[in-house]
């Protein structure tokens, strides 16, 4: 696509994070530089259409925000807060006052403060457990980053064929 630069898990490693955790760091940095890429030029009036029943860019965009936050949550030790709850609950609801630039900027700011507490996550907890919503079932911190970042790049791909398919199939 003469992309000049490789992708982010062969520029080296990124400094302060720990080996172990590379290739969490890897992945989420490469969806972000991604959905940059794939959303640039995309029309503003598509963000919230769904095509063929299935979810809109909007809802990728907020969903891979939330999915790294809730994420983090956990990894911390931490339950969900009330306003966590409330974001899961409107993810992919159709929302004029937020822009494609707002959704990309918040999963930007998301992903760089992932990668700040992985720089700040010491590699001899990362089997720790970690119990994941109500029910409380059965994860580590290092699973739970792993989720965060392969998650990501699930969406990403979605989002890259969403966008694909709404743009040539634009009803003009």
């Known amino acids: 696509m003469g992309d ?25 940095l490469q969806s972000m530089e991604e959905i940059e890429k794939y959303t640039q030029g995309f029309p503003e009036e598509l963000l919230w259409k769904m095509s063929s029943g299935r979810a809109s860019v909007g809802f990728h965009l907020q969903h891979l925000t939330g999915v790294v936050d ?33 959704l990309v900027q918040n999963f930007r700011k998301k992903v760089e403060e992932a990668v700040v507490f992985l720089k700040n996550t010491p590699e001899d907890i990362l089997t720790e457990y970690r119990p ?23 969406h990403v791909g979605q989002v890259l064929v969403t966008v694909s398919f709404l743009k040539e199939n634009r009803e003009i």
Do not use: C, T
């Open 70 to 102: 809730r994420m983090l949550s956990y990894a911390k030790a931490e339950k969900l807060s009330e306003a966590q709850f409330a974001y899961l609950k409107n993810e992919g609801n159709s929302n004029e006052d937020i822009s494609m630039k707002i």
């Open 4 to 28: 000049s630069k490789p992708e982010v898990w062969l520029r080296g490693k990124v400094a302060g994070v720990p080996n172990l955790l590379q290739p969490v760091a890897h992945a989420l």
């Open 132 to 154: 994941v919503g109500r029910k409380a079932l059965p994860s580590s911190v290092i699973g739970l980053l792993f989720h965060a970042a392969e998650h990501s790049q699930r």
